[in-house]
């Protein structure tokens, strides 16, 4: 069976230091992978997907970055953190094909302070 | 674009009422449906889903039904559990195959013994 993993789970970090979160899929091959931010008070907002290696796409403006180094393998990135980088960042990964739901992995809570 | 309206919360119930939470939805074409939940420090689970109109999803007692004519999907339980209590979201994939997930804000549900 297909499980995701995401890491870490709770991340207290100052302003102007570096991110990096990942996450990684198993059980299934060449999966869309997906991160999402749930911003307190607010519902969750798709920042990047990809289709394959190195195949990024951002959907939002903003101060993150993502990349995807090994098919299964998702990381979000940032150089310089602002205190609205905070929020819930949730990791997921669909097959791409039909009208398939996407699956979530158990999120890291970034407090930036 | 796309976008997913859910009603405001939090819902508080007493256990074993009937519940309804609205969900309707704005999209060009013909979008897939679901219901996610997110317990308290959890990702989101897909609850239940629907790919086409007058499909009914259902799982746990839940059920949503696709209605295309007033672009609604909302979300019942005939008798709610304290089990049940967590944040509800109502999303809208936009069937391109990249599975990209538009989200309602979220209703907290409260549900007393």
């Known amino acids: 069976s297909q499980t995701i993993h995401q890491w870490p789970a709770t991340l207290v970090q100052p302003v102007g230091s570096p991110l990096s979160l990942e996450c990684t899929v198993e059980?299934?091959?060449?999966?869309?992978l997906y991160w999402y931010r749930q911003a307190a008070g607010r519902g969750l907002q798709l920042l990047f997907y990809?289709?394959?290696?190195?195949?990024i796409s951002s959907e939002v403006p903003q101060n993150l970055s993502a990349s995807r180094p090994q098919d299964r393998q998702f990381i979000l990135s940032s150089k310089k953190l602002l205190l609205s980088d905070s929020g819930f960042y949730l990791c997921?990964?669909?097959?791409?094909?039909?009208?398939?739901?996407?699956?979530f992995g158990q999120g890291t809570r970034l407090t930036v302070v | 674009g796309d976008s997913v309206t859910q009603m405001e919360g939090p819902v508080t119930l007493s256990e074993e009422a009937f519940l309804t939470i609205n969900c309707t939805y704005t999209?060009?074409?013909?979008?897939?449906l679901f219901w996610y939940v997110q317990y308290p420090g959890e990702g989101l689970q897909l609850l239940l889903k629907?790919?086409?109109?007058?499909d009914k999803g259902s799982n746990k007692g839940f059920e949503a039904t696709y209605r295309k004519e007033t672009t609604s999907f909302h979300l019942e339980k005939g008798s709610v559990q304290v089990s049940d209590s967590a944040v509800y979201f109502c999303?809208?994939?936009?069937?391109?195959?990249?599975?990209?997930?538009?989200f309602g804000t979220g209703t907290r549900l409260l549900v007393s013994p």
């Open positions: 059980g299934t091959s060449n999966p869309n």
């Open positions: 997921a990964w669909s097959t791409g094909v039909g009208n398939t739901e996407a699956f």
């Open positions: 629907a790919t086409k109109a007058d």
């Open positions: 999303a809208l994939s936009d069937n391109t195959g990249f599975q990209k997930l538009v």
């Open positions: 990809s289709v394959g290696i190195g195949q």
């Open positions: 999209a060009t074409g013909y979008p897939s």
